[in-house]
């Protein structure tokens, strides 16, 4: 992709509307726009950011053996009237009225449908347990939408629904996303604490929140430094053990009877990413979610809910990942791999080098920018730390003569002069 012929606004001040960093940045680097208030426009560098965030998502929910489904985002009343939570979801549901006069909503999540669709599909306990996600825009009218994308009102969120036939299933499934989900943030570069919640409106008696952390984060959140030693990654995470460490809220911390050592004692503040539930029978039951038993009698299905912030989540990881400069994407979630700066564009030598450069990246699988544009080289120095890419290669004529380029890399600042091929190899490898 070449800047020249990109669309990417950035903005040399920062907005005075914007009071958070990442808020700040999202804007200053051209990833979105306001619309009207926590409604928000993705421009194509933020688009690409928010794919990749929901396909690593999208990965560890289908490897976690749940199934994708896209249900409407606008909903009928009737089947939150079955469930009971048409008077007390309250102002933050935006209730519509079709033309016929028939009461609609924008869906502010979707147990309701998903029972729906359940009930009217799976009759046997044979059939079970499933798992069905969906990636999908959510509306709360939330009263004081800000931060940007981390408290919105329209927001794109992963939200999974398990089904199983007895508590003992349900808790499986309960750890099954536990454990994904730990998996899917470190993919992103991110440690996030699972915390005890409270269950609150959904029901239920099972609940964690997962947490990141970051200086801006909404609560304070206190935890066991054993967090930052667990290996999310392996295949033989002990579950028990994990929900077993301490990790506490503000309102949960309680110095005098926490149990961490001092020096093993943690805090910081944290920005909740994921929230998993567990709510037993409550919509199955009110809603007739019955599948027939082994015994040849009907039993009310056993559910659990689990959401991820996946528009929340591009405003958390900028929290996490940035300095004075701009913002410093962990490879996995970066627009670009590589930003390619053309000292002087024109200049046959290094138009060459570009292309070359160029051709060879895209064959090994990395998406290149190339910053073509007739600038002061200090203003494109500025531009490509300011969008975070974790590779920076500027290639230069003075540099060209004498057969090399400079590589630098976004997060540690650490620039070495090396020879194309060498260049290369290091990035392809
Ligand atoms: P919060 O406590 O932050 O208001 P919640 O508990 O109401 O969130 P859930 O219903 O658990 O949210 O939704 C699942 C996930 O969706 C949350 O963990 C969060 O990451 C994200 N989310 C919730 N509300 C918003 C919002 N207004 N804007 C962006 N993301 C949101
Ligand atoms: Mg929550």
Not at 27 to 41: E, K, M, N
Not at 151 to 157: C, I, K, N, S, T
Not at 309 to 322: C, K, M, N, W
């Amino acid at each position: 992709m070449r800047l020249s012929r990109y669309f990417l606004p950035l903005l040399k001040e920062t907005p005075s509307e914007a009071q958070i960093v990442s808020h700040q940045l999202m804007l200053r680097a051209g990833l979105i726009r306001q619309s009207s208030a926590g409604i928000y426009s993705w421009l194509p560098l933020g688009y690409k950011v928010l794919r990749k965030v929901e396909q690593i998502v999208r990965e560890e929910m289908d490897a976690a053996g749940c199934h994708e489904v896209l249900m409407p985002s606008i909903q009928p009343a009737e089947i939150w009237q079955e469930s009971g939570r048409y008077d007390d979801y309250g102002k933050e549901m935006l209730r519509i009225t079709d033309r016929h006069d028939r009461a609609m909503l924008y869906g502010p999540t979707h147990e309701e449908v998903i029972t729906d669709i359940f009930r009217r599909s799976i009759k046997s306990y044979k059939d079970l347990p499933q798992n069905l996600y969906q990636i999908q825009w959510k509306f709360r009218d939330e009263v004081r939408p800000r931060f940007g994308v981390m408290r919105g009102r329209e927001f794109l969120m992963k939200d999974n629904y398990s089904f199983d036939l007895d508590r003992e299933g349900a808790i499986n499934s309960y750890n099954t996303m536990f454990l994904a989900y730990l998996k899917t943030f470190k993919r992103m570069g991110l440690t996030a604490i699972p915390m005890r919640a409270e269950t609150g409106p959904i029901g239920g008696d099972l609940s964690h929140e997962f947490q990141i952390l970051a200086e801006t984060g909404e609560s304070a959140a206190y935890y066991d430094a054993a967090f930052e030693d667990i290996d999310f990654m392996a295949d033989d995470l002990d579950i028990d053990q994990l929900k077993s460490l301490y990790a506490a809220t503000d309102d949960q911390h309680d110095p005098a009877a926490c149990s961490v050592p001092a020096d093993r004692l943690r805090s910081g503040r944290g920005i909740e990413v994921g929230h998993i539930f567990n709510f037993g029978t409550k919509y199955s039951k009110a809603m007739g979610a019955l599948v027939t038993g082994p015994d040849g009698q009907d039993i009310a299905v056993e559910m659990g809910s689990y959401g991820i912030g996946v528009s929340r989540l591009v405003g958390a990881l900028i929290e996490a990942f940035h300095d004075d400069n701009g913002i410093i994407w962990p490879e996995p979630v970066a627009p670009f791999d590589v930003g390619l700066i053309n000292l002087r564009p024109g200049d046959e030598a290094c138009d060459a080098m570009v292309q070359d450069l160029e051709s060879k990246f895209r064959r090994a699988g990395r998406d290149v920018l190339i910053d073509d544009r007739d600038e002061r080289p200090g203003a494109k120095f500025a531009a490509i730390d300011l969008i975070g890419l974790p590779w920076q290669v500027v290639i230069g004529p003075r540099g060209l003569k004498d057969g090399i380029v400079e590589l630098k890399e976004r997060a540690t600042g650490e620039r070495v002069e090396l020879s194309p091929e060498a260049l290369i190899n290091r990035l392809t490898a």
